[in-house]
């Protein structure tokens, strides 16, 4: 089966990897070739790390880089099975791409999304194709996450849910499909809690340690939940909440103003160096933000 990957970020970079690895060729594409070419050596520093910890071989790592290859126009799509979209989580922005992809891609083949929360349906309704779009929701980081979450649309066919699902195991995941209702499952219940924790250092409940201690310690979360959010991208977990809430219209989902002024404030957590806690490039430590020092 040839892939197409949309989108060189993290999860692009992350989807590619997966697919690479397990013997598939995989067109990884990006309108920027500075992108493309980031997405490669990540994925060779991934790979290097998971050859000097022993889970993979050197043939490996070797045989994963040799199955991607990079372009910049989305008519390496022509000769796809499956495209896998992994742009910017934008509504605008990916109803464009399923436009065109549904123009360029071969009749009979899956367009899938890795779409955090925007309906599969709407995507698929911009397509000729509405059967065979279906959510594919990969988790960072794509190569350590076992999860993908599998969002049939309202028109997705049957049979595509099953070749998703037994493709999703050939990548060595554990599949699991819902259906598509604002957030999924995954984001219903994840940025809800995200958002209570923000809500809670807002009120001065307790510090943004404290917090992340209890639901590390307390609930055996590898990461706690402000620390998630930063991980995340405080501007994605903002527009999640947008879309819960302005799909259930239920205030429980309102977004926490803290959360509002930071993204306001391009406060986004690790990938601009700032969020509930500060980065420094090539320091592991976690220092919370000096503006919630002292709680
Ligand atoms: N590629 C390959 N391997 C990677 C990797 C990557 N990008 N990042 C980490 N790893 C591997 C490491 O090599 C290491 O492997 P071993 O277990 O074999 O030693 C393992 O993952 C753990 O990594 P580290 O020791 O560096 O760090 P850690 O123990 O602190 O774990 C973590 C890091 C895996 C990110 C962990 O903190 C974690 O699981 N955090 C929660 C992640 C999470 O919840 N993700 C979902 C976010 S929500 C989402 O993605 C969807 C959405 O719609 C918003």
Do not use: W
């Not at 899938?112 to 988790?139: C, Y």
């Not at 649309?153 to 099953?162: C, L, P, Q």
């Not at 939940?225 to 239920?250: E, K, T, Y």
């Amino acid at each position: 089966m040839n892939v197409s990957v949309i989108g060189a970020g993290t999860m692009g970079n992350g989807i590619a990897h997966v697919f690479a690895q397990n013997g598939y060729k995989v067109n990884l594409i990006d309108v920027s070739e500075a992108a493309l070419e980031k997405a490669i050596a990540t994925i060779t520093r991934n790979l290097d790390r998971q050859v000097s910890k022993g889970s993979i071989t050197e043939e490996i790592k070797q045989s994963t880089l040799q199955n991607i290859s990079s372009h910049s126009s989305l008519g390496a799509i022509s000769h796809s099975q499956l495209v896998v979209e992994a742009a910017t989580e934008n509504e605008a922005i990916k109803l464009s791409i399923f436009k065109q992809l549904d123009e360029i891609a071969p009749e009979g083949c899956i367009l899938a999304s890795n779409t955090s929360s925007i309906s599969i349906t709407k995507i698929a309704a911009v397509t000729s194709r509405p059967e065979l779009v279906i959510g594919m929701h990969f988790m960072n980081p794509v190569p350590v996450m076992k999860l993908v979450e599998i969002i049939n649309g309202y028109a997705t066919d049957a049979k595509v849910t099953a070749t998703i699902t037994e493709l999703s195991k050939k990548l060595g995941k554990v599949p699991c499909v819902v259906n598509d209702y604002p957030g999924f499952i995954a984001n219903r219940i994840l940025m809800p809690m995200i958002n209570e924790a923000i809500y809670s250092l807002y009120e001065g409940v307790a510090g943004v340690e404290e917090i992340d201690t209890v639901m590390k310690l307390g609930m055996a979360h590898p990461m706690g939940p402000l620390q998630l959010a930063d991980f995340i991208g405080l501007d994605v977990c903002l527009s999640i909440l947008q879309v819960l809430h302005n799909g259930f219209g239920n205030p429980k989902y309102a977004p926490c103003p803290l959360l509002v002024n930071m993204v306001t404030a391009r406060k986004l957590g690790v990938k601009s160096g700032e969020g509930f806690y500060v980065y420094t490039a090539g320091s592991k430590d976690l220092v919370v933000s000096p503006r919630f020092g002292n709680q």
